[in-house]
């Protein structure tokens, strides 16, 4: 009986061990994206184009467009853009139309996903941009082998 138990804690201890041994060297490999097919974030921000203080247009839309590349490319390395209108009711009544730019990002993070809209804050002069996270999976697919 006590050499089961010995033989059962002796197996429990090396799967714990081989465990441990994966993730360190995953870990280590700095190989932390997703696999293929795994679930990951995908961030899609919301800029509106409008200045915060004089509700007018920053930029002519054009233009808008071509900062943001600009921005998206130093941030991000590649960006993905459609154009929306955005609309509210302000709080004196009035309703307001705004030329809106919609960001997807996938293959990235957080911390950088903020320090992308820190600077599209400042560039757009906006009060905030709307940070939408939706769980996906990422691949990109390069055709069949």
């Not at 138990?5 to 197996?11: F, K, P, S």
């Amino acid at each position: 009986m006590k050499n089961k138990i010995g033989l059962i804690i002796a197996i429990a201890a090396l799967c714990v061990s081989v465990a441990c041994v994966i993730v360190c060297c995953v870990v280590l490999s700095g190989n932390t994206k997703p696999a293929k097919g795994d679930e990951d974030l995908q961030y899609v921000l919301y800029l509106g184009t409008n200045d915060k203080d004089t509700n007018k247009p920053v930029y002519a839309p054009e233009d808008a467009k071509e900062v943001l590349k600009d921005i998206l490319i130093s941030h991000m390395g590649g960006y993905t853009i459609q154009e929306a209108s955005g609309g509210w009711i302000g709080d004196d009544g009035t309703e307001y139309q705004e030329y809106t730019l919609v960001i997807y990002l996938s293959d990235t993070d957080a911390n950088a996903v903020h320090a992308l809209c820190d600077e599209l804050i400042k560039k757009f002069n906006q009060s905030s941009v709307l940070i939408q996270m939706n769980k996906t999976t990422t691949e990109f697919y390069s055709g069949a082998n």
